[in-house]
T-cell receptor, first 113, second 114 residues
Framework: AQSVTQPDIHITVSEGASLELRCNYS??????LFWYVQSPGQGLQLLLK??????LVQGIKGFEAEFKRSQSSFNLRKPSVHWSDAAEYFC???????????FGDGTTLTVKP | DAMVIQNPRYQVTQFGKPVTLSCSQT?????MYWYQQKSSQAPKLLFH???????NEADTPDNFQSRRPNTSFCFLDIRSPGLGDAAMYLC?????????????FGSGTQLSVL
């Protein structure tokens, strides 16, 4: 069965600092991997996705993620965090049905001034 | 412009009183999904429609039902809400059910049960 682990429940970074959010997955085949962001009281918005090809994928809002098969990881990064990046971030691994993706439990990002 | 619209934004109901949540989409997508998300948890898929075909998740309680009268609209009916059903309910769409399809989410309806 597929699963996703986001080891960090809560991360605090200073504005302008770099960010890395961790995601580990378990999946029997080549995974489809996603990162979503959810602002308070809002739905989820897709940041980026990986299906195949280049293991470093670029997303919206200056985010990128790197797929590392050997580590079963798909960590999300941003070189310089903005206060507006404060939100909850979900990593997900795809299923044969897009909507049945398995989501991690999320990482809450707080940005300090 | 909002593409997946959920109404209302906040809904308060009484214990045991039926409630309906609404979702509409302007994307003409084939698939519409309903998720339940409790505080600080991942979204949990309740069911989805592919066109008119309803697909229930095995662990979705019978208390939760859904209707899709046309392509644009999908409703979530909770027949007898309990205190444990208080949550954010998210609607999402995708063009197809393929695993590489992008999901488009609405802003959610926050349900409170008194």
């Amino acid at each position: 069965a597929q699963s996703v682990t986001q080891p960090d429940i809560h991360i605090t970074v200073s504005e302008g600092a770099s960010l890395e959010l961790r995601c580990n997955y378990s999946y029997g085949a080549t995974p489809y991997l996603f990162w979503y962001v959810q602002s308070p009281g809002q739905g989820l918005q897709l940041l980026l996705k990986y299906f195949s090809g280049d293991t470093l994928v670029q997303g919206i809002k200056g985010f990128e993620a790197e797929f590392k098969r050997s580590q079963s990881s798909f960590n999300l990064r941003k070189p310089s965090v903005h206060w507006s990046d404060a939100a909850e971030y979900f990593c997900a691994v795809g299923n044969t049905n897009a909507g049945k993706s398995t989501f991690g439990d999320g990482t809450t990002l707080t940005v300090k001034p | 412009d909002a593409m997946v619209i959920q109404n209302p934004r906040y809904q308060v109901t009484q214990f045991g009183k039926p409630v309906t949540l609404s979702c509409s989409q302007t994307l003409n997508h084939n698939v519409m999904y309903w998720y339940q998300q409790k505080s600080s948890q991942a979204p949990k898929l309740l069911f989805h429609y592919y066109d008119k075909d309803f697909n229930n998740e095995a662990d979705t309680p019978d208390n939760f039902q859904s209707r899709r009268p046309n392509t644009s609209f999908c409703f979530l009916d909770i027949r007898s809400p309990g205190l444990g059903d208080a949550a954010m309910y998210l609607c999402a769409t995708s063009r197809e059910v393929l695993s590489n399809e992008k999901l488009f989410f609405g802003s959610g309806t926050q349900l409170s049960v008194l």
